[in-house]
């Protein structure tokens, strides 16, 4: 279908349609003008049936990520149906309250299939919520972050040249909820702002123009136990926050920006320049811009003041965990042409010992940069680097980039980049992090922005940085994913497979 995003001709996108056949009234609405699929509301506790016709002229299929659902409701990319066939998804609300994403997962066709337009957002909501009588109805303001680039005929330009892949797709436009230039008007009083990474690729340090705090309350599994205020906040493809802000005090017609503030590290400083320069492209991640704007407009004498405490969260420890000497690893390498977890290409069924997991077991997991990257470069000097260099180089970029290569110092580094790992099922707590010291400068950009306190379901690792984490397996037997999200890495086979068994 087409919708009107710029001024002038229509933009052809994809859309989730949905009707709703049973349910409360507000179960779906549609965010105004807005390409992207009715916000979903449900209830923990609840059980949902969900007819999914595939009326594309491709394979695709539905993944509800963050929901802890049973391996066959997941959307695994096996169950990838032909045009004309319908899914029937049946499930329970396991989840507590949290902000969750619906979108495609067919193999190597997520990229294009959710930058055309197909995600929709999920909203649980539970009784411990409930209690807190946090900011809701029009006070809660859903913020759906994307970018998108438009051809002169207002048509979206997708994946073009090899290192649009390699670094992963990045527009020059911001879109929220579907609509650039995004303002929204609020009372002078606390909102609730529910924020999601819904970009292929783009990664945001969330800030306030004024440099008022940012006042998080959750992240992607839900409420934190307090608000946590910050500087800023990182917030990369796949993730959510919550963030509280109270416009109390603010005079009627004041305004407030919320920014991606600039920072370094996330991509090599070669590609950026590439994306800038050859792409013409007005936002080169990690530099300074808009998101959207808030206008104050009306004056209103009450507001809900900020709860002390939230919720209630138990803290996973080693002791928790089947394997506290032996993490299951999650281990990135990026080669020439290539982008993988665990030294592997995704393959339905390639199982490796490690990738299978007891039920009801919890389990440390860690994230680490391996071969090729920060730490490889450490470990075996610059030869190693060099390879993969001469190899990106050729795949990037061709001959023109390798002269331009040779000017810039730092073998293994200028290949590593920041990759938003997935796992699929239940959420996990973040444990520690290292940092290779030889990134220190550029992580010290964004080290403030993490909130690792509640639970997650995607967590941003850093060119050399080393993540543990704990993550329970319980309830269903089966394949689940774990992925980068950055969705043409994913596209790229960035992908892999737990079995639970
Ligand atoms: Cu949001 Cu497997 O993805
Ligand atoms: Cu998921
Ligand atoms: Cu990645």
Redesign the pocket.
Known sequence: SAVSILPGQPTRVLQYAGRLMKGPEDTLTQLPGSYLGPLMRLHKGQKVRIHFRNELSEPTIA?W??MHVPALMD?HPMYAMEPGETFVYEFEVLNRASFN?Y?P?PHEL?GRQVYHGLAGGILVNDEEEAALGLPAGEYEIPIVLQDRRFDADNQLVYVRHMHERMMGFHGDRILVNGRPDFAVEVASRAYRFRLMNGSNARIYKLGWDDATPVTVIGTDGGLLETPESKPYVMLAP?ERLDVWMDFSGRAVGSQLVMRSLPFSGAFPMMARRMMGEMMHSALPPGSDYPLFTVRVGRRVSESPGLPRRLAKISRYTLADTANPDKPVPLEISEGPMSMLLNRRPYAHDDLQPFERIPLGSVQLLEIFHGHGGPEDGMEHGGGHGMGMHGGMGMGMMGHRGMGMMGGSGGMGMMMSMAHPI?L?GQPFQIISRTVNSAVLGDYASVRDGFVDTGWKD?VLAMPGERIRLIKPFQDFKGLF?Y?C?NLEH?DMGM?REFSIE
């Open positions: 993944h990520h963050g959307g994403i979108h997962h997520t796949g997935h699929h995607t994913m992925h999200h994913e992908m």
